[in-house]
């Protein structure tokens, strides 16, 4: 199969060949990994019980795949990635705001992927074999699904799309296997080693769960999404059928993994920790399927979002082609590995990156989807270009490719999202107004969206797209 040549560039119709069934093939199968499955252990190790974990998470990933879903719609007219779309509300270059926001979701959740991959298969390996846990043991791992990761990522879509269709079928059953495995030592209480609640109340601590482990799930792809649509083609799917696919593949895909490390984290008795606890609690006959899902789960999802990181860095560096921006957001990739295996605690570490980017990540996504309600979903698919083509110009232009409105609406919801926000090691100053319930997400994108339904003006594709495309022609032949 040949590399994907395809950057952040308009994808012909004729390429997009991709249907509604493969949108939920990808984010079933590539969802279904130790990356995605850690964040059910979060609830567990907050302190609270089975019933309360699962309807934390449970509260969150519908809320948060109702808010995000929708997204997918967007690169389904523009046959681009979200980030560059986002310039009919950002303008040509207003859009880095949100490459860079999806630079550093896929760039977490590649890291956190090969982390805790590597982590269990060192486990793993360590018990079948006697291999030591130590630091040359973990740097040969690691590197070795970072090598396989960016394999996937560099050959593209249609490769990442024939893994996720495997994964799908072959994680489901490893799955199936994993709770006859851990069901014998499965317990409904909660873990005592947990210290109790996290936050000090039962309210305050179960709003964390929903968030950190329900709602951080579907808004990690606000920026994904696109990069699998802009493949469907609206001439021969509907709207209403890539809505629904996105609904399903989100919900299970999400839903599926985290539910199964929920119950696996009481199984194990995983309070403190998931990789070693998961890893010595399983029974001898479980151990290598637990290596085949360590090892192919972390593939197959770490090399999607290496991919949409490709994507998003093509998109800041036009210059650069995407196989070789791939390759340069590996290398910082795998470096964060490292430094999250020897200088971060798990749990920490995960619940503050989530709640950070989803703070930071939410108005962006509100005001991109406020723009696809005004446009009604009309945009100017040349004109999105500008940027890419290093020229100047076009209906997206706005004041020297930015549309101030937008951005500052962004910067004032991500900074009231960052006051308001609770973490293991800071707590906001907004905490105080909302009774110490951690409401960033909330808060960030309602003032994200009320300043942009205020100061944006209306969008330019409905003020004409046919006289935008001569201006867009005129601005790239003076360039």
């Known amino acids: 199969m040949p590399i994907e040549q395809r950057g952040v560039d ?81 303008g040509v270059r207003g859009r880095l705001v949100g490459s860079v926001v999806g630079l550093l979701l896929a760039l977490g959740y590649t890291a956190l992927t090969v982390w805790i991959g590597g982590d269990v298969m060192v486990g793993v390996l360590g018990r079948l074999f006697g291999l030591p846990a130590g630091g040359g043991s973990y740097a040969v791992v690691y590197g070795l699904l970072a090598a396989a990761t960016v394999a996937g990522a560099v050959y593209g879509y249609r490769v990442l799309l024939a893994m996720s269709r495997v994964l799908s079928i072959g994680m489901t059953a490893l799955l199936i296997l994993g709770v006859i495995a851990y069901t014998p030592h499965f317990t409904t209480g909660a873990l005592p080693e947990a210290g109790g609640y996290l936050l000090g109340g039962f309210w305050p601590t179960w709003c964390l769960a929903a968030v950190a482990a329900g709602l951080s799930g579907p808004v990690a792809f606000i920026t994904l999404l696109g990069d699998y649509t802009r493949y469907i083609s609206p001439a021969r799917h509907t709207s209403r059928r890539v809505l629904h696919a996105t609904w399903l593949g989100l919900i299970a895909g999400l839903l599926v993994p985290q539910l199964f490390g929920t119950f696996t984290a009481y199984a194990a008795h995983a309070a403190l920790d998931y990789a070693g606890p998961l890893v010595q609690a399983s029974p001898g006959w479980y151990l290598v399927p637990l290596l085949l899902a360590a090892s192919a789960g972390s593939v197959g999802n770490a090399g999607l979002m290496l991919y949409s990181m490709g994507l998003d860095l093509d998109a800041i560096l036009p210059r650069a082609s995407r196989a070789r921006a791939t390759c340069t957001v590996a290398v910082v990739a795998t470096v964060c590995v490292f430094v999250g295996h020897y200088a971060w605690n798990a749990q920490s570490a995960m619940t503050s990156f989530v709640l950070l980017l989803t703070a930071i990540g939410t108005p962006w996504a509100v005001i991109t989807l406020i723009g696809f309600v005004r446009c009604r979903g009309v945009y100017d698919a040349d004109a999105l270009q500008v940027f890419n083509r ?74 004409g797209v046919a006289s935008s495309t001569s201006e867009t022609q005129r601005a790239s032949a003076v360039s």
């Open 390 to 463: 290093r020229s100047q110009g076009g209906i997206y232009w706005y004041r020297a490719g930015w549309n101030a409105p937008a951005t500052v609406s962004w910067a004032m919801g991500a900074a009231v999202g960052l006051l308001a926000v609770s973490l293991p090691s800071y707590e906001g100053p907004l905490l105080s107004m909302t009774g110490g319930v951690d409401c960033s997400f909330l808060l960030s994108g309602a003032v994200g969206g009320a300043g942009y339904l205020v100061l944006g003006r209306r969008p330019a594709v409905q003020r």
């Open 10 to 90: 308009t994808i012909p119709d004729e390429e997009r060949t991709s249907g509604p069934q493969d949108l939920v093939s990808i984010l079933l199968g590539s969802n279904l990994c130790l990356g995605v499955i850690i964040f059910g252990w979060l609830p567990p190790s907050f302190g609270l019980g089975w019933w309360d974990s699962v309807g934390s998470i449970v509260a969150g990933t519908v809320v948060g795949t109702l808010f995000t879903a929708p997204l997918a719609l967007v690169s389904l007219r523009t046959a681009t990635n979200l980030s560059t779309s986002s310039g009919a509300q950002f």
